[in-house]
Each structure stands twice: as C-alpha cells, then as structure tokens.
C-alpha cells in the first residue's frame, strides 16, 4: 500500500456548497488541494428535498443531487477528497495541520466551511418528520405551502422574519413560543405582530410532533395552565437558532459569543493563512448560494495569500 501523501498548498474543512466551491476554485488555481468532508459530506443540503433557489438549476434539484455534482465537479477539478473527520486543528506556525482520528495533514493555506446545524427542539417527531412537513428554513421550503396553515416554533428575530416571509404563502402561521415575550428585537416583533396572518400562542411548548406519512400536528402546553392544545398545519418550521460548527476552532481562530468564526477583510481569520466560507461565519443569509459565493471569495483569498509569501 502507497504511503498517503500529507503535504498540501491548502486543506479545506467541509463538504457543504462553500467547501466544493473552494475546492473547485483552488484546485482550478492549480493550487494542490485537499478536502477533508466530515461526517455527513454535503452538509445541510443533504436534508433538503426541492432546491429551487440555486441559480441554474430551472426545474429545480434535490438537496443531495446538487451536492453530488458540486462534489463531482470538485474532484475533477483536481481536488482530492477524504472522507473523514477533523478533530483537531494546530494553527501555532506557518504551515498549519489538521488531524483526522488517524493522519495529521499540513498545508501553507486553510478553508474552514464546517457551516452550521439548526438547533433543534429535540423530539422523535421532529427527525421523523424532517423533510416530510418539518423545516428549518422557511426561504427554502415556504413556497411548497401554498394556502395551508403553518407553525413556526421561536422567539428571536429568525422566528419572526420566518414567520412574516410565510404569510406570503400561509394563510395563516402561527408563531409558538415558549415564555410571554418575545426575544426578537422590536423593529422584528412590531413587523410580525402587525400582519393579519399571524397568531401568536405565548407559554407554550411544543410536547410532540405527530403525522402520518407526513407532518401533521403539534400537541402544545400551555406552561401557565398546563392546558394541552392540538394545533394541526401544513407544515411547521423551526427557528430557535443556529448552532455553528466550530468546536474544533475554540481557542484557534477568533470566535464570537455565539461561536461564529470572525472575518475581517473578506474571508480572512484571525490567523494569517487560514480562511472561512459559509455558515459558520454568516449567520445572516445562510444559503446554499452565499456559500458556494464565499467558498469562492476564500480560494481567491488563500491564491493570493499564497502568492503573497513566495
Ligand atoms: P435566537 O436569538 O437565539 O433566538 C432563539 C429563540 O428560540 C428564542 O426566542 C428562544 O427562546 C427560542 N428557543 C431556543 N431554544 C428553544 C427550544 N429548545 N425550544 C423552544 N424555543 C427555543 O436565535 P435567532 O432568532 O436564530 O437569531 C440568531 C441571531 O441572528 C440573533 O443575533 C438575531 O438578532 C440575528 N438575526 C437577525 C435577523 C435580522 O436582523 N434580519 C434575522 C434573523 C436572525 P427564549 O427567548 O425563551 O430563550
């Protein structure tokens, strides 16, 4: 057995729309390129069902469809792809290493694309029915609910923009959240509390997610009175946050409070080499499109950066 080569230009971490699109791009710079995926190669796509918001794609694609061609695209490219987990990075001297259970690799440049998991309530129901009526992101899945009523789950700004963008399509969305005001900031509050589609049920919890082949209620408790409502729906959307995937970052790069990788001048870490694409640094448009865009942004960056120290 040929020994695996360690020694790379750049290693980028993960396997969503921001890593192949940096691996395609720095492979295509000629640059000598490793993709080390994680656990679930393609990320949060390979949850989705209909993709009808990348551009190109005019009949729509499958989440895990276009992950499979960004991947195939990637490794014609060039790109050379493991699957494995990273568990630890060391980024104290210039050439950088990134270890798996079993190799440590090394490179002049990183790519951090680990994104991000919508966090979740935490019922069987909810996994059972993923996909299937229960969704994380109302811009990607709102439009296959047309004219049904619809639950969003949260108090924060997410949960209120979610649940103002689907009464585009609801003809009502019912907002649940567990105490007696929201978390949301005011301008978002006083924007969802003024559409006439939307009913707010404060106090409650969501006990269980129930369905058939597919979603179709939730049993709610009402935490003041105890009371158990049934509220059934189309479809029901979970907006409690984002959790991003940068535990193995801790004390490596600069993290904000809420463990969001932070940029400065573009894609650039704190540490000088190591870049970062996608949801692990942008909490704000987290799609598919934006993070093909900085996976993108970050190979141009580490190219250059690259060239930089020749
Ligand atoms: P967030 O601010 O952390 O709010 C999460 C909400 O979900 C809270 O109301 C929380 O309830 C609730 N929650 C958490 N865990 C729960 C659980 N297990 N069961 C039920 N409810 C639960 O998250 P976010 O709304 O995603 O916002 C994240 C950040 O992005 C914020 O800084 C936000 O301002 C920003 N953001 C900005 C915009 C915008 O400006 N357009 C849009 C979206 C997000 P409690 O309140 O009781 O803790």
């Known amino acids: 057995m ?17 890593g192949y699109t ?31 918001n990348y551009p190109g794609f005019d009949e729509g ?9 960004m991947r195939k695209q990637a490794e014609k490219m060039g790109t050379k792809i493991i699957d494995d987990e990273v568990v630890s990075v060391d980024f104290k001297s210039k050439l950088l290493k990134v270890s798996t259970a079993s190799s440590t690799f090394e490179a002049n440049s990183v790519i951090v694309c680990t994104g991000a998991n919508p966090r979740k309530i935490g019922l069987d129901g909810e996994q059972a029915f993923a996909g299937k009526g229960v969704s994380y992101c109302a811009t990607c899945d709102g439009a296959f609910f047309k004219n049904q009523e619809l639950i969003v789950v949260g108090g924060g700004d997410s949960a209120m923009e979610e649940a103002t963008f689907l009464t585009k399509f609801a003809s009502t969305v019912h907002i649940v ?23 707010v049920h404060f106090n409650c919890t969501v006990e269980d997610i129930q369905g058939d082949q597919k979603f179709q209620k939730v049993i709610l408790k009402n935490v003041k009175n105890d009371e158990m409502i049934t509220l059934e729906a189309g479809g029901l959307f979970v907006a409690i946050g984002h959790e991003p995937n940068s535990k193995i970052l801790e004390g490596r790069v600069e993290l904000d409070e809420n463990g969001y990788v932070v940029l400065k001048n573009n894609t650039e870490t704190s540490i000088p080499g190591v870049f970062c694409a996608g949801d692990v640094h942008d909490h704000r448009y987290r799609q598919a499109v934006t993070a093909a865009g900085f996976g993108c942004m970050a190979a141009i960056d580490a190219d250059k950066y690259l060239a930089e120290q020749k």
């Open 61 to 69: 694609i499958m989440g895990p469809d276009l992950m499979i061609i």
């Open 2 to 18: 040929s020994e695996q080569k360690t020694k790379y230009d750049i290693i980028v971490i993960g396997a969503g729309p921001a």
């Open 177 to 199: 959240h567990r105490r007696d005001e929201f978390r949301a900031s005011k301008i978002m509050q006083e924007r969802a509390l003024s559409n006439e589609k939307i009913k």
């Open 22 to 52: 940096a691996g395609i791009y720095s492979s295509r710079a000629r640059r000598d390129t490793l993709l080390i995926s994680g656990i679930l190669p393609g990320g949060q796509l390979m949850n989705t069902t209909d993709v009808e």
